[in-house]
T-cell receptor, first 109, second 114 residues
Framework: GIQVEQSPPDLILQEGANSTLRCNFS?????LQWFHQNPWGQLINLFY?????KQNGRLSATTVATERYSLLYISSSQTTDSGVYFC???????????WGLGTSLAVNP | DAGVTQSPTHLIKTRGQQVTLRCSPK?????VSWYQQALGQGPQFIFQ???????QRGNFPDRFSGHQYPNYSSELNVNALLLGDSALYLC?????????????FGPGTRLTVL
């Protein structure tokens, strides 16, 4: 089955810094989502982005489907950005998401 | 617009017991998926329900079963609980028939098996 790899596994930033999180996947996908999981476990949708580029405030994402990777950009990070960022994909119209192991982000004041 | 809701929030059971977790999808969504998330891991797909039938299933034993009601709400049942079933159980709703594959997640039920 499809494999999803995220990097880096852990990231520590000072408030105000920028960061780039990467998601590599091993096969073509028809669904790719980025999520933020807060310390209480709630998964928050960030982007639905099987291809192209989207922006939402300080966050933006780009998926290059032909090269099988997606990037999540966080600019001017805030302490509330702390948590785990997951990339999840669906490869075959099954509508079941396959997840990476996440990037654990800590933003220090 | 209410999002996805799950109950209970937390649950403690002992080995061998049975548990039922509940999920109400986001308004307008007809498809419910269940995921298990162990500590430090990404969620693992359990199964998906659409039109009251199990449409997809992940690599979980038959001890894990589910149900979807006509109002699209869903239950996850786990029989003969094992210590390894301790995890965060997440419900997600979507509406592929409505052209939306985006999955929206509830707050989860944290199950502890002692």
């Amino acid at each position: 089955g499809i494999q999803v790899e995220q990097s880096p596994p852990d990231l520590i930033l000072q408030e105000g810094a920028n960061s780039t999180l990467r998601c590599n996947f091993s096969d073509s996908v028809n669904n790719l989502q980025w999520f933020h999981q807060n310390p209480w476990g709630q998964l928050i949708n960030l982007f639905y982005i099987p291809s192209g580029t989207k922006q939402n405030g300080r966050l933006s994402a780009t998926t290059v489907a032909t090269e099988r990777y997606s990037l999540l950009y966080i600019s001017s990070s805030q302490t509330t950005d702390s948590g785990v960022y997951f990339c999840a994909v669906d490869a075959g119209n099954n509508r079941k998401l396959i997840w990476g192991l996440g990037t654990s982000l800590a933003v220090n004041p | 617009d209410a999002g996805v809701t799950q109950s209970p929030t937390h649950l403690i059971k002992t080995r061998g017991q049975q548990v039922t977790l509940r999920c109400s999808p986001k308004s307008g969504h007809d498809t419910v998926s269940w995921y298990q998330q162990a500590l430090g891991q990404g969620p693992q797909f359990i199964f998906q329900y659409y039109e009251e039938e199990e449409r997809q299933r992940g690599n979980f034993p038959d001890r894990f079963s589910g149900h979807q009601y006509p109002n699209y709400s869903s239950e996850l049942n786990v029989n003969a609980l094992l210590l390894g079933d301790s995890a965060l159980y997440l419900c997600a709703s979507s509406s592929p028939s409505g052209g939306t594959d985006t999955q929206y997640f509830g707050p989860g039920t944290r199950l502890t098996v002692l």
